[in-house]
Protein backbone atom coordinates (compact mmCIF):
# COMPACT_ATOMS: atom_id res chain seq x y z
CA UNK A 1 0.00 0.00 0.00
CA UNK A 2 1.33 3.28 -1.25
CA UNK A 3 0.90 5.84 1.73
CA UNK A 4 0.18 9.03 0.41
CA UNK A 5 -0.20 12.96 1.78
CA UNK A 6 -2.28 15.93 -0.03
CA UNK A 7 -1.24 19.35 0.16
CA UNK A 8 -3.49 21.61 -2.03
CA UNK A 9 -4.86 24.86 -0.74
CA UNK A 10 -8.07 24.76 -2.79
CA UNK A 11 -10.71 22.71 -1.14
CA UNK A 12 -12.06 21.55 -4.33
CA UNK A 13 -9.01 20.39 -5.56
CA UNK A 14 -7.88 18.79 -2.86
CA UNK A 15 -10.75 16.76 -2.25
CA UNK A 16 -10.55 15.62 -6.03
CA UNK A 17 -7.39 15.02 -5.85
CA UNK A 18 -8.28 12.70 -2.74
CA UNK A 19 -10.88 11.00 -4.29
CA UNK A 20 -9.37 9.89 -7.09
CA UNK A 21 -6.18 8.36 -5.23
CA UNK A 22 -8.78 6.66 -3.44
CA UNK A 23 -10.10 4.96 -5.82
CA UNK A 24 -7.20 3.22 -6.36
CA UNK A 25 -6.24 -0.40 -4.95
CA UNK A 26 -2.88 0.14 -4.04
CA UNK A 27 -2.92 3.87 -2.73
CA UNK A 28 -3.71 5.20 0.65
CA UNK A 29 -4.40 9.05 1.28
CA UNK A 30 -3.28 9.90 5.02
CA UNK A 31 -4.19 13.23 5.08
CA UNK A 32 -5.07 16.26 2.80
CA UNK A 33 -3.79 19.36 3.73
CA UNK A 34 -5.03 22.91 3.27
CA UNK A 35 -1.68 24.29 2.92
CA UNK A 36 1.89 23.76 2.81
CA UNK A 37 2.87 23.80 6.59
CA UNK A 38 0.38 22.05 8.37
CA UNK A 39 1.38 19.39 5.20
CA UNK A 40 5.27 19.98 6.60
CA UNK A 41 4.04 18.99 10.42
CA UNK A 42 1.93 16.28 9.19
CA UNK A 43 4.36 14.75 7.21
CA UNK A 44 6.51 14.18 10.17
CA UNK A 45 4.08 13.14 12.18
CA UNK A 46 2.80 10.28 9.66
CA UNK A 47 5.89 9.93 7.46
CA UNK A 48 4.56 9.11 3.92
CA UNK A 49 5.74 7.65 1.36
CA UNK A 50 4.32 10.16 -1.53
CA UNK A 51 3.68 14.17 -1.09
CA UNK A 52 1.33 15.25 -3.96
CA UNK A 53 1.40 18.99 -3.40
CA UNK A 54 0.92 22.21 -5.38
CA UNK A 55 3.31 24.57 -6.11
CA UNK A 56 2.32 27.69 -4.83
CA UNK A 57 0.25 27.43 -1.16
CA UNK A 58 -0.09 29.90 2.12
CA UNK A 59 2.52 28.71 4.77
CA UNK A 60 5.16 26.99 2.65
CA UNK A 61 5.23 26.47 -1.07
CA UNK A 62 4.92 23.06 -2.49
CA UNK A 63 8.96 23.40 -3.44
CA UNK A 64 9.59 24.78 0.33
CA UNK A 65 8.18 21.67 1.45
CA UNK A 66 9.87 19.49 -0.81
CA UNK A 67 13.63 21.00 -0.11
CA UNK A 68 12.57 20.40 3.71
CA UNK A 69 11.62 16.70 2.67
CA UNK A 70 14.91 16.64 1.03
CA UNK A 71 17.13 18.49 3.94
CA UNK A 72 15.14 16.36 6.55
CA UNK A 73 16.38 13.42 5.14
CA UNK A 74 13.09 11.87 5.16
CA UNK A 75 12.86 9.00 2.51
CA UNK A 76 9.21 11.04 0.93
CA UNK A 77 9.05 11.30 -2.73
CA UNK A 78 7.43 14.32 -3.59
CA UNK A 79 5.59 14.80 -6.87
CA UNK A 80 4.10 18.46 -7.90
CA UNK A 81 0.57 18.85 -9.46
CA UNK A 82 0.10 22.13 -10.63
CA UNK A 83 -1.57 24.54 -12.86
CA UNK A 84 1.99 26.25 -14.02
CA UNK A 85 3.20 24.92 -16.99
CA UNK A 86 6.56 26.70 -16.65
CA UNK A 87 9.96 25.82 -16.62
CA UNK A 88 11.66 28.00 -14.50
CA UNK A 89 9.04 26.54 -11.90
CA UNK A 90 10.49 22.93 -13.22
CA UNK A 91 13.73 23.76 -12.95
CA UNK A 92 13.62 25.05 -9.10
CA UNK A 93 11.45 21.68 -8.71
CA UNK A 94 14.13 19.51 -9.74
CA UNK A 95 16.59 20.97 -7.86
CA UNK A 96 14.72 21.20 -4.54
CA UNK A 97 14.25 17.02 -5.31
CA UNK A 98 10.89 16.59 -6.74
CA UNK A 99 10.78 13.35 -8.00
CA UNK A 100 7.41 14.05 -10.11
CA UNK A 101 6.19 17.39 -12.01
CA UNK A 102 2.61 16.81 -13.30
CA UNK A 103 -0.06 19.66 -14.86
CA UNK A 104 -3.72 19.76 -13.72
CA UNK A 105 -4.74 19.08 -17.25
CA UNK A 106 -3.24 16.00 -17.38
CA UNK A 107 -5.53 12.64 -17.71
CA UNK A 108 -6.47 11.76 -14.33
CA UNK A 109 -5.06 8.51 -14.40
CA UNK A 110 -1.51 9.55 -15.03
CA UNK A 111 -1.76 11.18 -11.05
CA UNK A 112 -1.77 7.52 -10.09
CA UNK A 113 0.33 6.22 -12.45
CA UNK A 114 3.03 8.72 -10.88
CA UNK A 115 2.41 7.97 -7.12
CA UNK A 116 3.50 4.31 -8.27
CA UNK A 117 6.36 5.27 -10.37
CA UNK A 118 8.37 7.75 -8.07
CA UNK A 119 7.56 5.26 -5.27
CA UNK A 120 9.27 2.70 -7.14
CA UNK A 121 12.24 5.07 -7.26
CA UNK A 122 11.67 6.77 -10.56
CA UNK A 123 10.89 10.07 -11.81
CA UNK A 124 8.08 11.74 -13.28
CA UNK A 125 8.76 15.12 -15.42
CA UNK A 126 6.10 16.30 -18.18
CA UNK A 127 8.02 15.79 -21.58
CA UNK A 128 7.24 19.54 -23.15
CA UNK A 129 8.38 21.31 -20.40
CA UNK A 130 11.78 18.79 -19.05
CA UNK A 131 12.38 19.78 -23.32
CA UNK A 132 12.15 23.16 -22.79
CA UNK A 133 13.66 23.87 -19.33
CA UNK A 134 17.39 22.76 -20.55
CA UNK A 135 16.96 25.60 -22.95
CA UNK A 136 16.31 28.44 -20.87
CA UNK A 137 18.37 29.02 -18.00
CA UNK A 138 17.49 31.16 -15.21
CA UNK A 139 19.65 34.14 -15.19
CA UNK A 140 18.58 35.27 -12.14
CA UNK A 141 21.00 34.62 -9.02
CA UNK A 142 19.31 33.63 -5.59
CA UNK A 143 19.54 37.17 -3.67
CA UNK A 144 18.69 38.54 -6.80
CA UNK A 145 15.55 36.50 -6.65
CA UNK A 146 14.71 37.29 -3.33
CA UNK A 147 15.51 41.17 -3.71
CA UNK A 148 12.99 41.18 -6.78
CA UNK A 149 10.49 39.38 -5.33
CA UNK A 150 10.58 42.00 -1.79
CA UNK A 151 10.22 44.29 -4.72
CA UNK A 152 7.66 43.03 -6.69
CA UNK A 153 5.20 43.05 -3.62
CA UNK A 154 5.62 46.91 -2.80
CA UNK A 155 8.52 46.68 -0.32
CA UNK A 156 10.71 50.12 -0.70
CA UNK A 157 14.66 49.23 -1.22
CA UNK A 158 14.87 50.50 1.96
CA UNK A 159 11.91 47.77 3.59
CA UNK A 160 14.43 45.01 1.89
CA UNK A 161 17.54 46.03 2.70
CA UNK A 162 16.66 45.62 6.44
CA UNK A 163 14.73 42.84 5.72
CA UNK A 164 17.49 40.82 4.32
CA UNK A 165 20.05 42.79 6.64
CA UNK A 166 21.86 44.41 3.33
CA UNK A 167 23.03 48.27 2.73
CA UNK A 168 20.47 49.94 0.70
CA UNK A 169 23.23 50.21 -2.35
CA UNK A 170 23.66 46.33 -2.16
CA UNK A 171 19.87 46.46 -2.62
CA UNK A 172 19.57 48.99 -5.54
CA UNK A 173 22.83 47.12 -7.15
CA UNK A 174 20.50 43.97 -7.42
CA UNK A 175 17.82 45.09 -8.20
CA UNK A 176 19.71 46.91 -11.30
CA UNK A 177 21.29 44.01 -11.92
CA UNK A 178 18.23 41.77 -11.98
CA UNK A 179 16.28 44.50 -14.25
CA UNK A 180 19.25 44.38 -16.96
CA UNK A 181 18.90 40.50 -17.17
CA UNK A 182 15.56 40.47 -17.70
CA UNK A 183 15.80 43.78 -20.37
CA UNK A 184 13.22 45.44 -18.58
CA UNK A 185 12.93 48.69 -18.22
CA UNK A 186 11.87 48.52 -14.39
CA UNK A 187 11.52 46.92 -11.01
CA UNK A 188 7.82 46.17 -11.96
CA UNK A 189 8.35 45.17 -15.27
CA UNK A 190 11.18 42.71 -14.32
CA UNK A 191 9.27 41.18 -11.52
CA UNK A 192 6.28 40.48 -13.83
CA UNK A 193 9.04 38.99 -16.42
CA UNK A 194 10.66 36.90 -13.95
CA UNK A 195 7.13 35.52 -12.86
CA UNK A 196 6.11 34.56 -15.98
CA UNK A 197 8.98 32.21 -16.36
CA UNK A 198 8.42 31.00 -12.96
CA UNK A 199 11.69 32.79 -12.03
CA UNK A 200 10.49 33.86 -8.81
Not at 36 to 60: C, F, H, K, N, Q
Not at 79 to 93: C, D, P, S
Not at 143 to 152: D, I, N, S, T
Amino acid sequence: MIRVLLAEDQAMVRGALAALLSLEDDVHVLASCPDGAVAWTETLRLRPDVIVADIEMPGLTGLELAMRVREAGLPSKVVIVTTFARTGYLRRALEAGVAGYILKDAPAEQLAAAVRRVHAGGRVIDPQLAVEAWTEADPLSERERQVLRLAGEGRSSADIASQLNLSLGTVRNYLSDAIGKLHASNRVEAYRLARQKGWL
